[in-house]
Nanobody
């Protein structure tokens, strides 16, 4: 059974850093494209970053490009999102998500599996 479990959420001041971790259970991580999504109240979830199953491509949303770094450890089955120089607009609920094998980042109708999400707040 595919399961994704996020951790590392919390509160940070503007300019600070936070690292989210996603544990991938029940599947072989490097067979799946993995994404981080963010959702704020009243809006749809939006993709923040996504790494292809082959690790050859990493997508970043323009608003986080240069500040966030996504990585994964296929041996330990962990996925990370390092968030640096954070801004108030980075706040929201962050979700780890997986696209089943042969599906690529951003493909419709969206990921096949979701974690439960973690909350991130950015305020002084």
């Amino acid at each position: 059974q595919v399961r994704l479990v996020e951790s590392g959420g919390g509160s940070v001041q503007p300019g600070g850093s936070l690292r989210l971790t996603c544990g991938a259970f029940g599947f072989i991580l490097d067979h799946y494209a993995i994404a981080w999504f963010r959702q704020v109240p009243g809006k749809e979830r939006e993709i923040i970053s996504c790494i292809s199953s082959s690790d050859s491509n990493i997508y970043y949303r323009d608003s986080v490009n240069g500040r966030f770094i996504m990585s994964k450890d296929n041996v330990k089955s962990w996925v990370y999102l390092q968030m640096n120089n954070m801004k108030p607009e980075d706040a929201g609920d962050y979700y780890c998500a997986a696209y089943r094998p042969l599906r690529v980042c951003g493909s419709s109708p969206g990921p096949d599996h979701w974690g439960q999400g973690v909350q991130v707040t950015v305020s002084s």
